[in-house]
């Protein structure tokens, strides 16, 4: 359920208050809800550990060429049929 999971991050714009920084990313208060493995803490604060969502994001891309295949199938099957 790679694809669930990566459904329910969501990417946005910030800037960071130590630096006024703009940058994009996770927040990762937001991540932990979702998978608690993808968030560390360091110094008492949360940081995303992006290195951890990797593994996750190359089995979504893995389960959407599943889908991407079968679909290709089913064009091939309807298109057999006219």
Excluded: C, H
């Excluded at 991050?9 to 910030?14: A, C, N």
């Excluded at 968030?39 to 604060?45: A, C, T, Y």
Aim: hydrophobic share 45%; charged share 25%; aromatic share 4%.
């Amino acid at each position: 359920n790679a694809l669930s999971i990566t459904q329910q991050l969501r990417g946005v714009k910030f800037v960071w208050k130590e630096s006024q920084q703009p940058a994009i990313g996770l927040i990762a208060q937001e991540v932990e809800k979702v998978e608690a493995l993808f968030v560390e803490e360091l110094d008492g604060k949360k940081t995303v550990a992006y290195a951890n969502i990797v593994a996750l994001l190359i089995e979504a891309i893995k389960e959407q060429q599943v889908q991407i295949d079968m679909l290709k199938v089913q064009i091939s099957e309807l298109k057999g049929n006219q």
